[in-house]
């Protein structure tokens, strides 16, 4: 964004700049919110905000050309695309869609856009999953609308990759533990995160996914057994 409020692409080769292509079709007076990669080299997803709205659109990196697919009340809509499809707030529409062509609104879940990949849209790391059960990677079909089950334990670290795969861990989640706000337990703060140190009795709440089991301990809990190295697993579907 130069002085005046305007975008641009900017590539250099071997440190020097060699081509400034300004981005054009953004509407104006529109205030940029973010900027996403996604599962695309020729494709950056740009989030802006508008007379009290929320648009999603993707600029065209080789000519600077925006066009913008979704628009809404949310102010930090999750998104997810690829060079076919782009999906935000929970509407799906085709990249190649005609102008004027209305998104589809899908069933919204409280677990997390990851990635589209071909007319893939994988979801995960939900909000809330039973207890006895693993955060799964899902993938949900953007023609037919079929669900299937990718990773059956998958969480966290799930990302877009540039040449429109999808790089996600699998493995077993090893368990949170939270404390309650008690005279007899000190915090310590580091940074953002916030460190207890136990007293000798202390009640105690163990976080397995959404599920919290309440405790009475006299001392801190046995680390869960079988929570070895994670495996990286890297899904083309197609």
């Known amino acids: 964004m130069d002085g005046n409020g305007a975008l641009h692409v900017l ?11 300004p981005v054009t079709g953004v509407p104006a007076g529109a205030r940029p919110v973010l900027y996403r990669t996604g599962g695309s080299v020729t494709r950056l997803a740009i989030v802006h905000a508008l007379d009290g709205k929320t648009s999603v659109g ?8 925006f066009r913008a697919y979704v628009t809404g009340d949310e102010a930090t809509p ?27 609104a899908l069933t919204r879940t409280d677990a997390q856009l990851e990635a589209v990949v071909g007319d893939q849209l994988l979801t995960g790391d ?13 993938a949900r079909s953007l023609v037919t609308g079929a669900w299937a089950t990718v990773l059956p334990s998958s969480f966290g670290g799930i990302g877009p990759t540039p040449d429109g795969g999808a790089l996600a861990t699998a493995g077993p989640l090893q368990p949170r533990l939270e404390h309650q706000d008690r005279p007899h337990v000190d915090r310590q703060v580091h940074g ?12 105690q709440r163990q976080r397995h996914h959404g599920l919290r089991v309440h405790l009475e301990t006299h001392r801190p809990p046995p680390r869960r057994p079988g929570t070895g190295p994670h495996a990286l697993r890297h899904h083309d579907l197609g």
């Open 58 to 65: 993707l600029v065209d990196l080789s000519d600077g050309a």
């Open 78 to 104: 999750q998104l997810a695309f690829n060079d076919r499809w782009l999906v935000a707030d929970w509407k799906a529409i085709r990249v190649d869609a005609g102008p004027g062509t209305a998104p589809t």
């Open 126 to 138: 939900p909000g809330f999953v039973l207890g006895g059960t693993e955060a799964a990677l899902t």
């Open 192 to 203: 953002s995160r916030r460190t207890p140190r136990l007293g000798r009795h202390h009640r």
């Open 11 to 21: 590539r250099t080769v071997d440190g020097t700049l060699t081509v400034d292509t």
